[in-house]
């Protein structure tokens, strides 16, 4: 069980980290009530005006992001690969080769259909 | 240690999953390249042709009872070509070019079905533009990468393959119930709560592979039979890993307690998504039950029999009693397939006596389901489906044709005899009976005759009542869906009159490998 004991033991700082800067705040911190801090989603700052129901802005870059996070989880596994490619030998080689071919036929979609256009 | 020198891969077992992803990917470089005006044909063709394939691949390999990937010789657990899993993985192709013919339908509306995007803001400018574009080809990659999913799920034989498979099916299922182009917003509802719900039961997945790890010691279903009689670990990793995973199979097999979004996805999603739900993911959702609880927890059966066997009762009695109350034809259809997933559960019970019945279910169910959504497309307002079931009344005077389809198939379902419901419900109930489960068989009975008193209402609709002025017009199917309603209404008949072919490939492909 000794293995255990410095979770037990981080676990036991992140509580009291917790508790100590709730209660320090309470006691310490200046309090001055305003609209902004019954909000659901308080951050201290009063949200601009907006128009009556959900506001639309555009979500596009939302494809650009899709698109980094594949290649970036690429990345994580290549480097194993490029670590131990004498090990895995051939078939490793062709294993990665597949699966770099089939982000790039993502990459040709996503960039043919116009998913790397702007406007 | 050089594990891949002794790596031996059975290519020619593992080429039906090969050749579906192949041709999803194709399809996506179709996508790509092919200008929009000549993707659907060349979408449906490649679809069809690989699934066609895979069909035959997988008739090649019938009598194989062997792992596809072994070093030196010893059989590595990943993916698990035997009867059981070959059987369906053959279902599911031929379940699934039915499916494709009917998502490629463009005669009942024009353009087809869908849009490209299913996160645009519903009815916003960009959504207006999108609907009045031609139908996306998108759905065929898609379909193809969740049928190869689903081929996965039925062969995978350790709970890790089995995770990367149910993800793989569900991910573009998610996507696939989001993208109806009338009724947007319902659509797009759907898409979300299915997303939300299946991503909480993979959670839950995964969390219980963890504590199966930790009991057995490995994720091989074999390995953790063998640990449920040896292992030293205390039982309640047992308990906890079962009923974990069971959470995620029942989810996605819409079993009450889990069964909540069904009605809903169902409803929102575009018809023939929803046929292809209903038909294949119950296949491939009780398959993955049927190798779990048969290969994985047989040593342990006497753990999880009676909370399984609650699960199948409230499944077999509370989805008959809400089809009772339904107005809604689609909704109707969803809560006689959890009811069903309550009959099917009885076969995972009785374990290795009901495999061959249970799959013959399920392939009878599959064929008679797709054709009744395939009907439901059909019978239009306009532009949109007609889905409120007092807009069918009279139906029978106005279109006798499909009115006479359509009874066949509610007949079917409700369970009558010369139909594939019939056989089916009969052979499984006889099966668990030989397995002594003869409680869960009374239930069964009692629940099928109460499901039986909403399709009947249904047919008293069609034929005894008066069509309204404004009756719903029945479009003339296009070859596509006329070609998936005649092999639906033929395979129920056929299975209803002559079960004996398929009932003996059944047997034959019944005993999992390492049972």
Redesign the interface.
Known sequence: MEVYVPVVIMFAIGLGFGIVSVVASRITGPHRRNRAKYDPYECGIEPAPSTAGPTKFPVKFYLTAMLFIVFDIEIIFLVPWAVHHDVLGIFGFWAVLMFIAALFVAYAYEWRRGGLDWD | M?E??G?QIDWAGLAPMIIVFAAA?GG??V???VPRARRLPVQVALAVAALAAAFIAVVLNSGKNAAAFAIEGTGLGSVVLDGPGLFLQGTLAILAIVAVLLLAERRTTRGGDFVAEA?V?AD?AADRAQQREDGATEIFPLTLFAVGGMMMFVTAGDLLTMFVALEMLSLPLYLLCGLAKRRRLISQEAALKYFLLGAFASAFYVYGMAMLYGFAGTVDLAGINRAGVSSGQPRMFLYLGVAMIAVALLFKAAAVPFHMWTPDVYTGAPTPVTALMAACVKVAAFGGLLRVFNVGLASSAWDWHLILTIIAVATMIGGAIFAVTQRNIKRLLAYSSIANAGYLLVGVIALGDAVGQTMFYLAAYGFTVIAAFAVVSLVRDGDEEATHLARWAGLGKKSPATAVVFTVLMLALAGLPFTSGFTAKFSLFAAALQADELGLVIVGVVSSAILAFPYLKVVVLLWLNEPAPDAPTVNLPSPMAGTVVAAGVAATILLGVAPGPLLDIVDQASVFLNT
């Open positions: 050089n891949a020198q790596l990917f996506l470089l996508e790509a390249t996160a803001v916003s």
